[in-house]
């Protein structure tokens, strides 16, 4: 018996952006990484092709971070305190790409002055040649004052940097534009307001085609299912041919995932939910898996046994796509 | 899919008698396409019309009734491909699978393990389902006995696996008026099956090689009378998987009415975690229920996250019940800080707080579930609901001092709370993220 055709027909693919440069390039990376180009719904090959799979970050902070779990702590806790080292453990663990965060510079933080950021940032791009985002700190007065400085001296490297918001635009917009880097685009799980960040930063003259969304994340059991939706809603208007959403889309799964309770709570939780140890990653791995369902592109991840199962989904999921 | 007044208007008398109590057929048809009336309300219907409109009536997909009496469990009558168009009615059930080659302690200890599967999750209950007996030694009477146990010691309903007919009739019978799913893993034996479920009154499911035999198969059961079927497309592995399980439910919308049944999957992977995954992702995408060889609770817990997050209604806000919460260990001294009880937004402040590591009191005021902006915005967030509940809540007989922190986004409020509450207002930031950096370093008692 023949069952219905059930390919959709899509009008439109999502937009890729290339993050990194190599040395043919300006830049002085190994190699780039490419994301986007889905012409469908994730990983249904009959739907549409996925032309690059799911790329993943690992997190570095410049400077040792305060509460992470043990077994977060078990991984990088002997480089933590050396940002070229962390760099260094990401990279042998299979990272794409580094995400870089500058904690340091927040006025609680340490307030480090933007001289100190951008020695990181260069001793971080020398000792490692995988493509670079960067965040600031989320102080917009702090951010406006080092980030230009991060971008200026990156320059040529392309990296993605972090992160334009609705009210917070201009500055780093101008920054990544002189210096020829992509952007991250934030908006707080609403459509609209990712769509109006789009508008802002490209009445700045900065190219769509050099924008990723960061539409928020939320951990598995703590509003994970507000970002899966916004993610579908995403996809399915960048398919129909909405090019303000055609965007790829980064999504901050490990700090979302182990900031909970589920991969938090160590001995007190052990008998009602399984010891930490595989517990953690496991609630790293399927926030990301999930997510990937709802569609996105760029993935920040920590714990090497949450990346190696992503990886290995990801692998099955794409059999008969990709290059 | 739903009919229209007009659709069903053209299969009635038209004679407007008024016998069903409405004026006219035409108005008789609008109740009904509204869902507010059902067809047996007009006693002039002819029995083709009948049969007509009640199969165009039948939901895309059929919803199957597993269990029986208190365990009674629903699955089928979904209508969406995303969640955000309506919802996901019937949240997907999950079966752990135990098999009759066991030796007798390590299945006694998988069905004590099994009926254990029960967890805790934000205040809500939550677990596994089903107990799925898998007849793996082909023998009648080792599966008819592990059916009778793995259902009195785990006090779920069974899915009876097995690839004969026979065998599947043999542990139906030991479960008489119980209910369990069987499931046929022989597509040649299906149609015996379908004769064995429909006299023990179970519902059925069957597994082809692809979807089209699978459509072939449902038709031919069909015609049989049977129609509480669930469908397994035959596919292992994610890939595999995840596109049968959206074909089908695509398919079934489209109103294709072999494939218009619940769709049931196995994890198959290799390891524990990739499994986990697996699980996981055809609970997101279609699966009415999902077998697996996990066990342990580390590897379920995600899973039921999963399903409780996926399977929120996505039009009604979430909300945590309105009261004091403590984070660490409070004291009289101890901030507290006011929200709502919109449980995303709860869980945000509650997560910064416990970031911070400063013990504090939270105080979630009832706004029906809406976020700081919309219930202030709505008035469900103001002056007096605020100053009730902090009344309310036996916070005045916690702490020693009267000092609120209030979010930033609605700083407007600050005078009208301390008139009306007799507390002083400090000013929190606006976004939860800040909350973190707010108590240990500008908050001061």
Not at chain 2, 61 to 84: F, P, S, W
Not at chain 2, 150 to 174: C, I
Not at chain 2, 312 to 337: F, H, I, M, N, R
Request: hydrophobic share 45%; net charge negative.
């Amino acid at each position: 018996m023949s069952i219905p055709e059930v390919k959709e027909k899509w009008s439109a693919r999502v937009s890729e952006v290339t993050i990194g440069a190599t040395p043919a390039q300006g830049g002085t990376r190994a190699r780039t990484v490419t994301i986007g180009g889905a012409g469908g719904i994730p990983f249904l090959s009959f739907d549409g092709a996925l032309p690059h799979p799911p790329a993943i970050a690992i997190d570095v902070l410049d400077k040792q971070p305060v509460g992470w779990p043990k077994p977060l702590e078990e991984v990088y806790g002997d480089v933590w305190a050396d940002p070229v080292q962390w760099a260094r453990r990401a990279k042998e663990l299979g990272a794409d790409l580094i995400n870089l965060r500058l904690t340091g510079i927040h006025p609680d933080e340490g307030d480090w002055p933007p001289s100190k950021a951008v020695e990181i940032v260069k001793a971080v791009l020398e000792a490692v040649d995988l493509p670079l985002i960067v965040w600031g700190c989320d102080f917009p007065e702090k951010d406006q004052r080092v980030m230009p400085k991060v971008a200026e001296a990156a320059q040529g490297e392309r990296c993605l940097l972090g992160a334009v918001s609705q009210t917070e635009y201009r500055t780093l917009t101008a920054a990544a534009q002189a210096y020829g880097h992509t952007l991250i685009a934030a908006s707080p799980c609403d459509i609209n307001i990712a769509k109006q960040v789009n508008i802002l930063v490209t009445d700045m003259g900065f190219p769509l085609s050099d924008i990723v969304i960061y539409p928020s994340t939320a951990a598995l059991g703590y509003g994970m299912e507000y970002i899966y939706s916004i993610l579908e809603r995403g996809r399915l208007a960048a398919l129909s041919g909405d090019k303000l959403m055609a965007q790829p889309v980064i999504l901050d799964v490990g700090f979302e995932a182990w900031r909970v309770k589920e991969a938090r709570a160590d001995e007190e939780m052990a008998d009602a939910w399984g010891p930490l140890a595989y517990r953690g990653p496991a609630w790293e791995a399927v926030t990301a898996t999930d997510l990937l369902q709802g569609g996105a592109d760029l993935l920040i991840m920590r714990h090497p046994e949450a990346i190696r199962a992503v990886r290995e989904a990801v692998g099955q999921l794409m059999q008969g796509d990709g290059k | 899919m739903a009919l229209t007044g007009l659709e069903i208007y053209k299969h009635l008398p038209k004679t407007n008698c008024k016998d069903c109590g409405f004026p006219t057929c035409l108005a008789f048809a609008m109740k009904m396409a509204a869902k507010q009336v059902s067809l047996d309300k007009c006693p002039h219907v002819t029995p083709e019309a009948k049969a007509a409109l009640e199969s165009a009536a039948r939901p895309p997909i059929q919803l199957v009734t597993i269990g029986a009496d208190a365990q009674e469990l629903k699955i089928g009558n979904e209508t969406q491909l995303y969640r955000h168009e309506e919802k996901f009615y019937r949240p997907t059930l999950l079966a752990v699978r135990v098999w009759d080659t066991l030796e007798p302690t390590a299945l006694s200890a998988r069905l004590e393990a099994i009926a254990g599967l029960t967890f805790e999750r934000v205040g809500t209950k939550v677990g596994v389902e089903l107990v799925a007996v898998d007849n793996a030694s082909g023998d009648a009477a080792r599966f008819e006995s592990l059916a009778r146990q793995a259902v009195e010691v785990t006090g779920r309903p069974a899915v009876l696996m097995s690839a004969k007919a026979d065998n599947l009739q043999r542990a139906a019978r030991a479960l008489s008026g119980k209910r369990p799913l069987l499931y046929i893993s022989d597509p040649q034996q299906a149609l015996a099956a379908a004769a064995v479920a429909k006299a023990e009154n179970c519902p059925l499911a069957v597994r082809a090689e692809s979807l089209e035999a699978l459509a072939e198969l449902t038709s031919k059961i069909a015609a049989t009378g049977l129609e509480q079927i669930v469908i397994d497309p035959g596919a292992r592995g994610l890939k595999g998987t995840l596109e049968a399980l959206t074909r089908i439910r695509r398919a079934a919308l489209k109103n294709f009415r072999p494939l218009g049944y619940p769709a049931i999957a196995f994890t198959t992977a290799a390891t524990p975690l990739l499994q986990v995954v697996e699980a996981s992702t055809y609970v997101a995408k279609y699966a009415a229920i999902v077998v697996t060889d996990l066990i342990e609770r580390w590897q379920l817990l995600p899973v039921l996250a999963t399903r409780q997050d996926i399977f929120t209604d996505p039009q009604k806000p979430v909300a945590v019940q309105p009261k004091l919460y403590t984070v660490g260990e409070v004291g009289a001294e101890s901030p507290v800080l006011v929200t709502t009880n919109f449980s995303l937004t709860y869980y945000s402040v509650e997560g910064e707080v416990e970031a911070s590591r400063v013990p504090a009191y939270i105080l979630s005021v009832d706004t029906e579930g809406t976020s700081v902006l919309t219930a202030w915005a709505s008035d469900k967030f103001n002056a007096s609901t605020i100053t009730k509940a902090l009344k309310a809540s036996g916070i005045e007989e916690r702490v020693a001092h009267r000092k609120l922190i209030l979010p930033g986004l609605v700083a407007v409020l600050s005078a009208g709370v301390e008139d009306e509450s007799g507390w002083l207002v400090q000013i929190g930031p606006k976004e939860a993220s800040g909350i973190s950096s707010y108590l240990k370093n500008q908050w001061k008692n």
